[in-house]
């Protein structure tokens, strides 16, 4: 028999545990009806700074986001505090669609692929013609990621004033890359300057480049208010020192539509591209990619494929050799380590 405090066979059996009080589960989200459009113009430690109508705007992730990713250009949706009040913390609830993604990896052979910018039209490939030397398999392998992202390239050439840059160009005019060249002249001033910020107005553009090549020199003379760091390069390495530490997205100076957006980013000593597969970048060079379409299943149009119709094509005299030779190295970069 049970005795006080004590349970008995008959009590353990029926013995029924008190049901926690939960709210009914749904499936309906909220709809968000009082979102506002928003730009993320930097990311700093899991705080977005966005542009909301005109106003900077400090925001967050929303949960329901979970671990989605928002980076710099993406096009967002926030509710909140949309004030940009100091204090203030505004919630991002939606990711819009992204019509470009420049990406990377940190290396070919990591799985992993870290998006650098959203919604960008145009990669500004920023590099020096001396101090420090140019390193054309790099300039190659941004090039792959811009043509992967749909993104049109421009070569911006820097310190024309220490080399001549006709040798560097000559490797990438049959790729129809256009490009701009700026230089110091005697008085300190960027020339050039004029004709970059014409290749620049009335897009969003990326400008990536590897430390010392003068990238932030050139960001803070189209935007004097950026004031981005400068830095020098090392006289043993050859190498620079990193100055910029985060994407920023900038609004450049200028009146009505034409007016156009810069995004720079730190300087990047790798570029990995194991996302990149041979049948989408040929797809950047449409004349090319109508000479592959009896090419057998499988091939990568390089160099060593056998019956590639490029190779068909250059013997008819019906492709320019050189085209194909850059179309081929830009290919074969996707697998270089050495750059």
Not at 27 to 38: L, Q
Not at 96 to 109: F, H, P, Q
Not at 122 to 142: C, F, G, K, N, Y
């Amino acid at each position: 028999m049970a005795g006080p405090g004590r349970y008995g066979e008959h009590d353990v059996e029926h013995y029924e545990r008190p049901r926690r009080r939960t709210r009914p589960r749904t499936k309906e989200r909220p709809s968000y009806a009082d979102a506002v459009d928003g730009t993320v113009v930097t990311v700093d430690r899991g705080r977005y700074t966005l542009l909301v109508e005109g106003r900077r705007v400090l925001a967050m992730k929303a949960r329901p986001l979970g671990r989605k990713g928002v980076v710099v250009g993406d096009r967002v949706r926030v509710v909140g505090d949309v004030s940009g009040k100091d204090g203030t913390l505004a919630r991002i609830v939606e990711v819009g669609e992204r019509e470009t993604v420049l990406r990377r990896t940190a290396d070919d052979d990591d799985p992993v692929e870290r998006v650098i910018v959203a919604n960008a039209s145009q990669l500004v490939v920023v590099t020096a013609l001396a101090d420090p030397e140019p390193r054309s398999r790099w300039i190659d392998r941004a090039l792959v990621a811009a043509y992967d992202a749909g993104m049109a390239p421009l070569l911006c050439l820097t310190k024309a004033d220490l080399e001549d840059p006709e040798t560097l160009l000559s490797t990438y005019r049959s790729l129809g890359v256009p490009w701009v060249v700026t230089r110091r002249g005697t008085d300190g001033a960027i020339v050039g300057l004029e004709d970059l910020r014409e290749r620049l107005a009335g897009r969003s553009s990326v400008l990536i480049g590897q430390s010392g090549v003068g990238k932030s020199t050139l960001v803070n003379a189209l935007v004097p208010e950026a004031q981005r760091e400068t830095g020098h390069v090392n006289a043993v390495t050859g190498q620079g020192r990193h100055t910029s530490t985060s994407a920023i997205m900038l609004e450049l100076p200028g009146d009505g539509s034409e007016r156009g957006w810069i995004v720079d980013t730190p300087g990047i000593r790798s570029f990995g591209l194991a996302h990149v597969q041979p049948e989408h970048l040929i797809e950047a060079f449409p004349d090319l990619d109508e000479m592959t379409e009896d090419c057998p299943r499988g091939c990568t149009h390089g160099e060593d494929e056998p019956e590639c119709g490029l190779d068909e094509a250059i013997d008819a005299g019906e492709a320019d050799p050189e085209r194909v030779a850059s179309f081929r190295r830009l290919l074969a970069a996707r697998s270089v380590t050495d750059y």
